[in-house]
């Protein structure tokens, strides 16, 4: 219904409406924020007003709305792939959280994809669309790789010095569109996009060429000695797993109780105010920012040497889209974050095995958390707008 | 002549404050009628009734002496009102032919978008060509002068077959040759018998090109007058009220320091047409007093705030001296506000209070960076929330329910006490206040004037910036006038407001 009235609008461009008037029909989804339409649907009319403010209660009901419609689509989508409909809970509750080997395997997947997430809840935190994510994961990997490969530092610093090596490399690759985009105002949004592509083509060239394993002719590096990999914790649950749980902690630690969090508040609600209040504006957002970088870094090391045991070409892929969904959907928030990372973990290791089992290709898991995020996202709509019948009451 | 367009006994008040209490205006066909006024007078509040913008709470608007009721500016359009506002409604990477197409009315028959715009275009060539326009349609506005913008503007609202034309301050923003070379183009519109409103505040516009001129004050309409047998001297004892030299005026307790804050060619790059915002501003502002400086909006104020406070967009010549810390140029604004730089804003929600944070989270923005609140990695939330609700009680900030709601849902005169609270909380050694009092009612409006006044006796230098001359000459001790980017002229306080107002009218 909201969706009409707002085509209605279009149609009929006010006077103070910017619509183009030559792209009417192609813009008519994303309409102005602040339009009010008004609609004759059968003598009635209706207004799209701004909600101020809505009752958290509220909130929580249309967002549970909302995830439980994303479910039932993919649902829906995963039954017309063939999955029978029976098996559907038993796969994906069941299977993955109540059978030990498979939780297992969540919390093994989870490790990198807790890490992006949280690289994305910082940076986005002070405004920057960093989505260069893969990017900095794979200089994460690349500098740690590039530690055991030339056997840096004694055996017992090893790990940790591919530790800081991560962190540096995925840091320095933001640097870049930070600075670009603090100094000279380029959209970092296809700045860190870009060197995204760089980063994978320079990757390719290391284990295509120099860094190729010499024992076989895969496109990898050597395998890392058993010193340069993340330890065991025992009962077959691997060290990243703690990692990335001790960076969550810290990332919540920055966003809720340091004074940083505050400036970082005040730079995302208002970067105007919050300068002109004495907020270290750029020094905020360079520290965010890098720290995402940072962090991304890790979740390359995280699979480098707690997952792969070495270089591989492809271990990035989908890290970053997951990245941005989880912090998408907790709201940037550091904790919920690891929650969704979690969840998307387990989607992850569903996907694989619906695809042993069903022959259901691995892409379904991207389109089923893009159902997702689409879902959520509208949402959002139903929080800040609500639908007003003319000279009457608010209908929702 | 019959009345065009009539108004009578119009109120309209927003948040509570009364902007028009009883304002009546009335515009004949074939005459250009200038309404004048101090900023704050209701002028553009009364227009913009007028333009269907604003819905009055009482009183009556006639058009063609029947009487209407609208609902928009689409049904002002209809009775072929239209107004170009001071800030120009364009859409800016749209043509010329694009915007005025948005407002145009609709065609009586079907016609394809290009049809359409290939007539709007032939349209807007034919009507600039009468009136003397030179204006390309197929331009983008982004690449037109201030000057082709309103042009522009005064094409969209005649198009849309406009034949009563409001102007809201048309000549604020031009040359004196553009200003002159407009008002000569509406005073023909009004010859060839359309109506034609003037509002502005230049004297000499109204005495060479308006026919009758109506003044307001306070939200009232004062008097309506033929200009060719009223003096200048008259109109400006209109409107700025009569001569009660420096009423409620406090002197300081203790003599004025020495000078704080130096301003010496404070200047902004000129834009093309060579006007510049800042034209050199000299200015010595000493510890222990409070300088007023009057003007009428949009003369340089706002970037002269802006420039102290370190916004961006800074004048690239000149500096500004502050006593023991040198160049205020070369200081980002974060080290000015915790040397005890206080700023009070004009845009309350633009600069001061992010509206969707606590109220606690407001407060301690300011004083977090020296370390009150508790080291770089730890915040001390009790010592905020108990902080912020002592500065509340002591403020009397209203309608705070709890320190965690958000500082959107004050009103303004409580979220304009938040901002005192949090800028007073520390002794500041330099306050910026800019239309301090903007909006506000009559007791917050005085305790806001206190704390300036406290501030001041506690050896703070204040620089009150205002487009309210009351409040001027209540609070300053000394007065300067802005106009066109520099401070005119400079007034001891008991100043002749008759003298400060005519300062504030003179242009070059």
Known sequence: ?396 | MPNALELTGIRKSFDGFAALTDARFSARWGEVHALLGENGAGKSSLMNIAAGLYAPEAGQLLVDDNPVRFTGPRDAAKHRIGMVHQHFKLVRPFTVAQNILLTAPPPAEFQSHGERLREITRDIRNKAAELGFDIDPSKRVDALSVAEQQRVEILKVLLAGARILILDEPTAVLTDQEAARLLQTVQGLARKGAAVVLVTHKMADVKTYADRVTVMRGGRTVATLQPSETSVAELVKLTVGESIAAQGFQPPAAPRGPVRLSVRGLRTPASPEGRRVLDGVDLDLHAGEIYGLAGVGGNGQGELAGAIMGLEGEPTEGEMRLEGHGDLKTMPASVRRSIGIAAIPADRYGLALAGGLSVAENYAIGRVHTGCYGPVWRLRRNRIQSDTQEAVRVFDVQGVRSVAQKAALLSGGNAQKLVLAREFGKSPMLVLAHSPSRGLDVRASAEVHARLRAARDSGAAVLLISEDLDEVLQLADRVGVMTRGRIAGEFAQPADRQAIGQAMVDHG
């Open chain 1, 1 to 396: 219904m909201a969706d009409a009235s707002l085509m209605a609008d279009m149609a009929v461009p006010s006077s103070t409406s910017s619509t183009p008037p030559k792209a009417s029909s192609a813009v008519a989804h994303e309409a102005p924020r602040n339009a009010q339409p008004v609609q004759p649907l059968a003598r009635r009319r209706y207004a799209l007003e701004i909600r101020q403010h809505m009752p958290w209660r509220w909130q929580a009901l249309i967002l549970a709305a909302a995830l439980l419609a994303g479910f039932a689509i993919s649902a829906a989508i995963l039954i017309a792939a063939g999955v029978p409909a029976d098996e559907l809970a038993n796969e994906f509750v069941m299977q993955t959280f109540f059978d030990g080997q498979n939780f297992r395997a969540v919390l093994f997947q989870a490790a990198p994809m807790i890490l992006v997430g949280l690289a994305g809840c910082v940076a986005f935190r002070a405004r920057f669309w960093n989505l260069g994510l893969e990017g900095q994961m794979i200089w994460g990997a690349i500098g740690a790789t590039a530690v055991s490969m030339w056997q840096i530092g004694p055996e017992n610093l090893r790990l940790p010095l591919m530790f800081i090596a991560a962190i540096c490399c995925g840091l320095l690759w933001v640097l870049g569109p930070a600075w670009l985009k603090l100094k000279l105002g380029v959209n970092e949004i296809i700045s860190t996009l870009m060197l995204n592509y760089m980063a994978a083509n320079f990757l390719l060239h290391l284990v295509y060429g120099s860094w190729k394993d010499p024992k076989d002719n895969f496109p990898y590096s050597p395998q890392f000695r058993l010193f340069e990999r993340l330890p065991e914790l025992g009962a077959g649950i691997g060290s990243s797993i703690l990692l990335a749980g001790v960076v969550a902690l810290l990332a919540w630690w920055l966003a809720s109780v340091s004074r940083m969090g505050l400036y970082l508040r005040f730079v995302d609600a208002n970067p105007r105010v919050a300068h002109a209040s004495g907020v270290p504006v750029r020094r905020t957002i360079y520290g965010a920012v890098l720290l995402s970088g940072a962090m991304a870094g890790l979740a390359g090391f995280a699979v480098a040497a707690g997952q792969e045991g070495r270089l591989t070409q492809a271990f990035y892929q989908g890290y970053g889209f997951s990245g941005i969904l989880i912090a998408f959907l907790a709201r940037n928030n550091p904790l919920a974050a690891t929650v969704v990372a979690l969840l998307v973990a387990a989607l992850f290791v569903t996907g694989r095995s619906l695809q042993v089992f069903y022959q259901v290709p691995f892409s379904m898991v991207q389109l089923i958390q893009a159902v997702i995020v689409v879902c959520v996202a509208s949402s959002d709509f139903f929080i800040r707008h609500r639908l007003r019948r003319v000279g009457g009451e608010a209908v929702q």
